[in-house]
């Protein structure tokens, strides 16, 4: 069981302080990187090496404290502060392999939360696993993950479907920034790929809602890509690096990474650099190796983080990501003798300022100002062709974000805000016949721009067992371009959505739970004037369209005991107004280069439908069990067709072994069902065989053990050597293969 707080003395000083230590439970040794909240007033602190934290600045009140750590209990105890006090506190966290539903969350609430308590379904890859599994690459980091599907184009590439929807119809976010763009396309896409999986402390998706926080996109969901941060020193100058190294079977995969922490007790900075030599895929069975799928990546990154007087604190950031030679292999073996991402570029830089203040309507604001680069370039060349196609998109995004958070009432809580974002597209194209060059229209038009600019408030009441969750938002966004081949555009699309939950809290350890979430999707720069090669076609500009909307409503419960821990939701989402490809004309011909045209347009309404099962069962304290189940029903109501791209029935199984000290093991079985269901896009798409993908079945093993500065792990992927594809995707999955990665600390 869970140890109380050790009140041990109050003292009279001139300001209200915590401060603690926080310690195991089980072996009484100090905790460090704890994070430790006063949930209701935001301000927080994190445990240093020896497991000392420190809170000032508080007014007096009545709090709760809850303290957090992967691979631990959460702590949450009610405590007093005095006036001209300091409170001195001993917290004590229980180990656990239960992680289900027993985590602090941020993506949710736009603010630190108890995922039990809240109502969104949500999916959660903490850090615990991405150091026992070293994934390849972010997206691939959600394999298995309850309620998302991965697709995979390129093996440079990862798009998640979450509840049946996929691209622009989700939002993908890097600490709080959005990564979405002006021309993020429907479909799949590969941004995802461009963070570097060692900068990941955690990723948090958000299924079904989104838009009220976040704005558009949100249709499907949020995937939150959570970075590292630096330890500050508990006293003088530390400084401290690790080393990883990766290698993978038959030359699939070589990576390493160096890195630096230096801290002192009010100013820490990590940094470093990372390198991927990406082979061949070798897919299971008599596929074999799939050429050309390899490629390179690096990636530097620095963050730097300064504690302020009355706990305010300020984060500066740097993230650069190149991947370098990326082929299309799906085109290569369907009619290119070319078709290659080289480079592929990813910049973010941002500033961050928390201030914390005694007005309890104005009780934290929080300042974000970014800027985000996409840098593509693309070379194309068709079989039997001598025309070499040089495509170059580059989109520079600055943004803003002011949040302010409100406690007027113990059982009150409010998040507003106010965030925009600009986006500028320099876009152009050069093609190459026999040495004669000839400069073309780009993908879009250059110079085209995109500004985006919305409030937003969210408001959480409790009422004894319920809480009660409204929001809403408004969003107003100014497109432009000019066009001299197609026309110009400028439009003002605009949207209202909000959100509505209920909770009900039975007897503490099950939430029952009801929500109504309305979302939207502004056409973007991509939807109004794309003119180019896409799945199955080639597509023409339409610059009349309408924001797509839904209206998501869900049940749901969550279950957390000792030994226990789980969740269930049934959803169905209503969509209006959707935008995809319709067959088309240009220049009054149907197809261009021997590819058809498509334009696109609010072609359809539709409904989504599912269910979404998620368990962990603890048998003793060192063996669990744990497996989840998705199953997503799509149909175009005016096509009367399947929709493009659902997943078919998916989950796993498995087995997770830890001992004490420093050895863990896992077993574990990944499934997916055939899916014959499919849209007239989907039958055209080359990715997907004829009938449909087939239904799979993998076994994986891995294992690792960690001594003081030394982190070793390992796996057999594929163990029978299963040939299978994800459904909708461009590559197969790795054979059966090993793997060994190992970290060391300084």
């Known amino acids: 069981m869970l140890s109380g707080l050790l009140f041990l003395f109050t003292l009279q000083m001139k300001g209200q302080e915590i401060r603690g230590i926080v310690y195991d439970a089980k072996f009484d040794r100090p905790l460090p990187n704890v994070s430790v909240l006063l949930t209701d007033s935001r301000h927080g602190s994190v445990s240093d090496k020896s497991g000392n934290f420190k809170i000032s600045g508080i007014k007096p009140g009545n709090y709760k404290l809850m303290a957090s750590m992967v691979g631990y209990l959460i702590y949450e105890k009610e405590i007093e502060v005095s006036s001209g006090s300091i409170l001195n506190l001993n917290v ?47 997206p691939e980091a959600l394999t298995g993950t309850t309620g998302v599907f991965l697709q995979k184009t390129n093996h440079g590439g990862g798009s998640p479907i979450i509840r049946g929807l996929i691209g622009n119809q989700n939002l993908l976010m890097v600490d709080g920034i959005r990564l979405n763009n002006a021309t993020f396309r429907s479909g799949p896409n590969q941004y995802l790929n461009t963070i570097d999986p060692n900068l990941v402390d955690k990723m948090e998706v958000v299924r079904g809602s989104g838009s009220v926080l976040y704005g558009t996109d949100a249709l499907g969901g949020v995937v939150q890509v959570i970075t590292r941060n630096p330890s500050f020193a508990d006293s003088g100058f530390m400084a401290g690096a690790n080393l990883y190294g990766k290698m993978v079977s038959e030359n699939m995969e070589k990576s390493g990474r160096a890195e630096v922490n230096l801290a002192s007790k009010k100013i820490a900075f990590l940094g470093g650099y990372t ?22 990546e690096y990636s530097a990154d620095g963050k730097l983080l300064v504690k302020l007087p009355k706990n305010n604190e300020l984060t500066i950031a740097y993230q650069y990501d190149r991947l370098n030679n990326v082929p299309r292999y799906d085109k290569i073996v369907s009619g290119y003798s070319f078709y290659h991402f080289d480079p592929q570029i990813r910049q973010l830089g941002y500033l961050k300022l928390k201030t914390y203040h005694k007005n309890k309507w104005i009780s934290q604001i929080n300042f974000t100002a970014s800027f985000n680069q996409s840098d593509e370039s693309r070379k194309i060349q068709k079989n039997g062709q001598s025309k070499i196609r040089y495509e170059h998109d580059k989109v520079n995004t600055w943004g803003g974000t ?25 876009s152009g194209a050069v093609e190459v016949n026999n040495g004669t060059e000839s400069i073309k229209r780009g993908l879009y038009p250059n110079g085209s721009t995109s500004a985006s600019i919305a409030v937003f408030t969210s408001h959480t009441f409790t009422v004894q067992n319920f809480s009660f969750i409204l929001g809403g938002r408004f969003n107003t966004f100014d497109v432009k371009a000019t066009d001299e081949v ?40 991509s939807d109004l004037s794309s003119f180019g090669t896409f799945n199955y076609g080639i597509e023409v500009p ?39 490809n319709a067959k088309s004309t240009w220049d009054g011909l149907d197809s261009i280069d021997g590819e058809k045209v498509y334009r696109k347009e609010n072609y359809a309404s539709a409904f989504l439908k599912g269910i979404e099962a998620e368990a962990q069962y603890k048998f003793i304290s060192w063996l669990m069990a744990y497996g989840n189940l ?38 574990e079985w990944l499934s997916a069902a055939k899916q014959d269901r499919l849209s007239s896009g989907d039958e055209a798409d ?25 982190h070793i792990t390992a796996g057999l992927n594929n163990i029978f050597n299963k040939a299978y594809r994800t459904h909708g995707s461009g590559v197969d999955g790795y054979g059966r293969s090993v793997w060994l990665a190992m970290k060391v600390g300084f």
């Open 92 to 138: 004590y966290l229980q180990p656990t392999n239960i992680t289900l539903n027993n985590e602090i969350v941020i993506t949710a609430r736009r603010a630190a939360s108890n995922e039990f308590t809240t109502p969104e379904a949500i999916s959660v890859v903490n850090q615990q696993i991405i150091e026992e599994e070293s994934p390849r690459s972010v």
């Open 275 to 296: 390198y991927h030599d990406f082979g061949d895929i070798v897919a299971g069975d008599t596929l074999g190796k799939e050429t050309p799928t390899g490629y390179t």
């Open 402 to 426: 002011m949040e302010i958070c409100s406690y007027p009432l113990e059982d009150w809580k409010i998040v507003s805000g106010i965030d925009y974002y600009y986006d500028k597209v320099i």
């Open 486 to 525: 197609f026309g110009n555009v400028d439009v003002k699309p605009s949207a209202v959505v909000g959100n509505a939950s209920v909770v009900y809290d039975l007897k503490s350890h099950i939430n029952l739970i009801g929500s109504v979430y309305s979302a939207f999707r502004a056409p973007n720069i």
């Open 542 to 580: 339409n610059k009349d369209l309408k924001p797509e909307k839904s209206l998501n409503t869900e049940i749901g419960i969550k279950a957390k005991y000792d030994r226990f821990s789980g969740s269930l939701y049934l959803f169905r989402n209503y969509l209006t107004d959707l935008i995809g």
């Open 630 to 667: 998705t199953y997503t029903y799509g149909q175009n109501e005016d096509l009367k067709e399947p929709l493009s791209r659902i997943p078919p029935l998916n989950g796993k199984i498995g087995l997770h072994f830890q001992s004490n000290p420093g050895f863990w093991s896992r077993v």
């Open 686 to 710: 080359s990715r997907i065989p004829k009938g449909g993908t087939p239904g799979w079945n993998i076994l994986n093993l891995s294992a690792g053990y960690t001594w003081k500065w030394l």
